[in-house]
């Protein structure tokens, strides 16, 4: 196995305008995170997991410690370097998907790779395959609002595997979707983990985390526990994809049949 990322001893501390500390949120967190491996980071509220997930994905540095990412030293890179490094090798996948409304479909996903200075004819394509894997390239030319929930995030999960990255983050993926639509993406993620992706996932829902091989539960800026389990799936199901004509808030939603057993 090969480490895609090791924290060592970091800490965050969030201070006031005035230099006095507002927050310590984390405080000497080490994690090592092998290739393939389905992580669920859990926690109450407060506990850290955003903050953690921010310095795991290079969107923040942290206060002190250290942070090696496919075995580079993060802490060394220059910002432009860092953000190009970022780019290369970690996709994002936010709660709130955080498309861009006036994009289509495949517009959102060129994205990261528009960022890189790929041609546009390598774009499209690599957008279109992308689309393929979570089964939307039949919607490229739509705008998000045409899209229900669920479509919305699996679009956000081909703009975030667009740029063949070695880790996905994803920070309560499922949190603004109801159960049914849930699963269907917690499938797409099962499906992305068989085929060897090295996935963290924050998450507060058992059922969610009970997919994964280990939880990385925080406590006050600290690692609680660290545990390695048997991974539990549901059965999965399979659901006719809507009429095109059905409203984006008709309550329908189709199920990311991948690959079905
Ligand atoms: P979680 O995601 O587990 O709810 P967070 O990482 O968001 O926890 O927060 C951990 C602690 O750091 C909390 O006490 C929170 O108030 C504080 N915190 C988070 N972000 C900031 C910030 N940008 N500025 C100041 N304090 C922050
Ligand atoms: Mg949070």
Do not use: W
């Not at 250290?66 to 970022?86: I, P």
């Not at 890189?116 to 919607?139: F, T, Y």
């Not at 925080?218 to 809507?242: F, I, N, S």
């Amino acid at each position: 196995m090969s480490t895609v990322l090791s924290i060592r001893s970091v800490t965050k501390t969030y201070y006031k305008p005035d230099g006095s500390v507002m927050a310590q949120a984390l405080r000497g967190v080490n994690v090592d995170i092998e290739k393939g491996e389905y992580v669920a980071i859990m926690g109450s509220s407060g506990s850290g997991k955003s903050t953690l997930m921010n310095v795991l994905g290079c969107l923040d540095r942290p206060t002190t410690g250290e942070y090696f990412l496919g075995g580079k030293n993060v802490a060394t890179m220059s910002d432009e370097e860092l953000s190009l490094y970022r780019g290369r090798t970690i996709g994002f996948i936010f709660q709130a998907f955080n498309l861009i409304p006036e994009l289509t479909i495949e517009g959102n996903v060129e994205v990261p790779l528009f960022y890189q200075g790929v041609p546009p004819a390598e774009r499209r394509q690599r957008a279109l395959d992308a689309l393929k894997i979570v089964q939307l390239d039949h919607r490229t030319g739509h705008r998000p609002k045409e899209l229900s929930g669920g479509q919305m995030q699996r679009v956000a999960i081909a703009r975030a595997l667009v740029t063949t990255p070695v880790l996905l983050l994803a920070d309560e993926p499922t949190g603004n979707l109801d159960s049914a639509t849930g699963q269907a993406i917690l499938q797409v993620f099962d499906d992305l983990h068989d085929q060897g992706m090295t996935i963290v996932m924050v998450t507060h829902d058992p059922k969610v985390s009970e997919r994964c091989q280990r939880i990385v539960r925080l406590a006050d800026g600290v690692v609680e526990t660290d545990v390695r389990q048997t991974p539990t799936r549901p059965v999965r199901t399979r659901v006719a994809e809507p009429a095109p004509q059905a409203t984006p808030d008709s309550g329908v939603e189709p199920v990311a049949a991948i690959a079905s057993a």
